[in-house]
């Protein structure tokens, strides 16, 4: 990522963030997706109680003034506010802690050595962070990565169905069983 691609996205968090707290929210994450021509900024917010249209409505309106009276992105710009949704990218490691025994979606920079050799992208169990350090349950075995080497990651939803609910144990438990195999 660009140093003024970085210095924009500071900026408009820096705009952003009073307001969305204001209205007892939190900012999840930031983007810019695009950039030739018409970029789009996607604002994730969050709470507790969840994220209303109308509150999206409010954050867009105020921060589309804001960054147009302080010329934050030059020229035309498409944005979007939104909850993180079901399926939520994580900006930051420390976003992750909840979702223990969970599937992530992981997408690395460069593909994995072995036993993975060429794999960049992986989907399984999320089992655990050591510092920067990344575990999840990936065909069965534990797979650890700096987070670092992390493009994207984002939440695999399951719906709440007798078989998922089974299915999501026996993963926790798997997961679980992982965690307690490398605090041995």
Not at 100 to 114: M, Q, S
């Amino acid at each position: 990522m660009s140093q003024d691609k970085i210095k924009e996205l500071a900026r408009i968090r820096e705009l952003a963030a009073p307001f969305v707290e204001s209205l007892g929210l939190s900012v999840w994450g930031l983007e810019i997706a695009g950039g030739d021509g018409r970029p789009t900024v996607r604002l994730f917010i969050e709470s507790a109680e969840g994220v209303d249209v109308e509150q999206c409505a409010k954050v867009s309106r105020q921060l589309g003034l804001a960054l147009d009276m302080e010329d934050v992105i030059h020229g035309a710009y498409q944005l979007e506010v939104s909850s993180p949704g079901l399926e939520r990218r994580f900006f930051e490691i420390s976003q992750l802690a909840p979702y223990v025994g969970r599937d992530l979606d992981i997408t690395l920079a460069e593909p994995l050595g072995k036993p993975l050799e060429g794999r960049k992208r992986l989907k399984g169990a999320f089992v655990s962070i050591d510092g920067e350090t990344v575990t999840i349950m990936f065909e069965g075995e534990p797979v650890s990565f700096p987070w670092s080497d992390v493009t994207r990651a984002r939440l695999v939803h399951e719906f709440d169905t007798p078989e998922a609910s089974k299915a999501r144990a026996r993963k926790t438990s798997k997961a679980d069983k992982a965690a307690a195999r490398d605090k041995a």
